[in-house]
Nanobody, 126 residues
């Protein structure tokens, strides 16, 4: 699976950004789960949000619930992350990830995303 993310940038605290990720490749299908992961400087990779391919079930990390929304297009090949009420602690490199054969509980496991695209930097100034 190839993943191409874009949309990062610099925003003030309280502002909004939208990230996009286009998925493609011979192993990608409409049943592939897509998600967003992030890694802040000096911290481990963290699950942000995911959407299961076959049924659209979504999951969010506790730190972003109520502020971030994941969605996808009708072809299920592009996933979006709408980020509102951004905080300084949201500053990180955001990665688009893909997971095959996801079960509901695996959607929110960063380590189970077998594929990861290049990151896009989100910087939130306080």
């Amino acid at each position: 699976v190839q993943l191409q993310a874009c949309g990062g940038g610099l925003v003030q605290a309280g502002g909004s950004l939208r990230l996009s990720c286009a998925a493609s490749g011979p192993t990608f299908s409409r049943y592939t789960t897509l998600g967003w992961l992030r890694q802040a400087p000096g911290k481990e990779l963290e699950f942000v949000a995911g959407i299961r391919g076959r049924d659209g079930i979504t999951r969010y990390g506790d730190s972003v619930k109520g502020r971030f929304t994941i969605s996808r297009d009708s072809a299920r090949s592009t996933v979006y992350l709408q980020m509102n009420s951004l905080k300084a602690e949201d500053t990180a490199v955001y990665y688009c990830g893909a997971q095959q054969n996801a079960i509901v509980t695996s959607i929110q496991s960063a380590s189970l995303y077998q594929y990861r695209g290049q990151g896009t930097l989100v910087t939130v100034s306080s």
